[in-house]
């Protein structure tokens, strides 16, 4: 067994220095402390921002700013890069459209001496963005295109955010990834998977012509993402103080409702660089809060929704290693479901209900 991930414990109540305190040990001890990184290398942050919503709806911002100063100490270059989603960003080959994720990252706090904040769809239409293709990319018949910080990195971190999502049931680790794609690229997956009509209708004015081709492979898709960062993709880490276990990505999901924001008396800092591991210790204990910590009220509007859905699945009516993104990622080599857990702070009990769900 050679992946790892640490699991530390943040109490309802700690203050902002005690979980900054935490954020930088789980980063250090799951980078065994930073080995990898030479100084002046670029360092890639992505973190989750989707949209204007703060926390939980999109990453932690000090999971941005611990992570930032720590590289920034050890002479590292970094870049917080992301492109919102196309409700609020949307980018054609004529240029921006519509929005700015840069505002998006101002509105939800992220800032940081530390780190240059950039949205990819600054950097051009053809000149921001590099092709893809891969013969294990399956999914995508003509690859895809990714910002081609990717190409200038030499290392990525990962940073979501924890919460459900009206498509694609999770939004995590590996849907963290669709905020380096193009916005053809990003089209394209969403024409495979339910309510596309809703993007196509915020798309408008890109002149990106996308047709459905009939294909079922969303989630595959979203997965494969993944392979033009893996050799590079250093950590995931997660803050789990909150997490959105309704609706989402966004936390207003008008005319239906809000998200529902579930605050656990115990959260959780994890991170691994596994991929697959950081994914299934995440879709475990959203499942527990949306279980164990969602009023009944709330559950009844997420299971109608899947049921609209018809692709994803209510969270608890399936096992963690049966969810799409862990099969398809499984598959193409990008983690492993045999993975030891680390915890620190973390009670027994919660240990052993973890471990019972991830096995």
Sequence with gaps: MSSYIHISGVAKNA?????????????????????????????LLKPAVNSPDSYPSTTHPLAVSVV????????????VGDQSGIEHVVHGPQGVVKGSTK????????????????????????????????????????????????????????????????????????????????????MTFHANGPFNAFITNAAKGAKIDVVRDGRTDFFEKIVEISLA??????????VGTQ????????????PMADSYVATPEMGFVFASADQVAAEMVAIAFLTHLYVKGTPSSQKIAQKILMMVNGRAKELGTYTVAENPFITHAVKLGLGSTKFEAKYTNVPEGFQRALNGMIV
């Design 243 to 254: 997490a959105q276990t309704t609706f989402g990505p966004d936390r207003h999901v008008a």
């Design 68 to 79: 930032a100063k720590v590289l920034k100490e050890r002479g590292a270059r970094v870049i």
């Design 103 to 186: 505002y998006c990252f101002e509105r939800v706090g992220i800032k940081t001496d530390d780190a240059e904040l950039v949205g990819f769809e600054e950097g051009g239409w053809n000149e921001g963005f590099d092709h893809f293709e891969s013969p294990e990319a399956k999914a995508w018949s003509n690859g895809f295109y990714v910002t081609n910080w990717i190409r200038k990195a030499d290392h990525i971190i990962s940073l979501p955010r924890l919460s459900t999502h009206a498509q694609a049931g999770v939004t995590l680790g590996f849907k963290n990834m669709v905020g380096v794609l193009r916005e053809d690229s990003r």
């Design 15 to 43: 203050s902002l220095e005690s979980l900054s305190s935490t954020i930088k040990q789980v980063f250090l001890d799951s980078t065994d402390n930073l080995s990898w990184l030479k100084p002046g290398e670029i360092v």
């Design 229 to 238: 960062l893996r050799e590079k993709l250093r950590l995931t880490l997660f």
